[in-house]
């Protein structure tokens, strides 16, 4: 596709589901990120892909959030056991070199009833 | 920690009313400053990068500056297509750490 496809779009869960978001980052992309955004405020980091190599989560808020980029190009980010605070944007974005220009998706809506 | 504040909150001009957004940043080591456009529903979609004090970049009616402890988004005669939410970044520390820390936005809404 012409550029970072995230599904789905829109995403109702009860407390305590556990939900997978998408991402399908540029082809070719070497890096990939995960963002949480939370309503009118900035993105905040949450993990670095760099191929299928996980390099860095430290913004991963719990040990209920997990993901994964098992092949470097298609990415997955699960939710366990989603709670209220949980509910937010989530944005995944790529680069076709370490360093470079990065591109956004335009989120999954995240709502945790 | 790094941290990245921007002003104002929100912003309503004029069309054709120049102003000015700020963000000011505190960082170990800043390796680049990033601005982003996010309209409604959409992902952020890169503006510019700033590498050192004293940089400048422009693209259309928007320029970006940068000094050792901000950064300002010059907004020249604007257009109601220029409304959007303004974000900055900033990629910072050891080298090899790719994360972005972004502000909170600002909010731009241009009347016409």
């Known amino acids: 596709g012409a550029g970072v496809s995230q599904s789905p779009r829109y995403k109702v869960a009860k407390r305590g589901q556990d939900v997978a978001l998408r991402c399908d980052p540029i082809s070719g992309h070497v890096s990939l990120f995960w963002y949480q955004q939370a309503l009118g405020q900035g993105p905040e980091f949450l993990t670095y892909f760099q191929n299928e190599a996980q390099l860095d989560k430290s913004g991963l808020p719990s040990d209920r959030f997990f993901a994964e980029r098992p092949e470097g190009s298609v990415s997955t980010l699960k939710i366990q056991r989603t709670q209220q605070e949980d509910s937010a944007v989530y944005l995944c974005?790529?680069?076709?070199?370490?360093?470079?220009?990065?591109?956004f998706g335009s989120g999954t809506q995240l709502s945790v009833l | 920690e790094d941290q990245v504040t921007q002003s104002p909150e929100a912003l309503r001009l004029q069309e054709g009313e120049s102003s000015s957004l700020n963000c000011s940043y505190t960082v170990s080591g800043l390796r680049g400053l990033f601005w982003y456009r996010q309209d409604p529903g959409k992902g952020p979609e890169f503006l510019f990068t700033?590498?050192?004090a004293g940089e400048e970049k422009e693209k259309e009616r928007l320029k970006a500056t940068l000094t050792k402890k901000e950064s300002f988004l010059h907004i020249t005669a604007p257009k109601p297509e220029d409304s959007a939410t303004y974000l900055c970044a900033v990629q910072a520390g050891i080298q090899g750490a790719q994360k972005l820390v972004f502000g909170q936005g600002t909010r731009l809404t241009i009347n016409p």
């Open positions: 974005a790529s680069s076709l070199v370490v360093g470079g220009k990065l591109f």
């Open positions: 700033l590498y050192s």
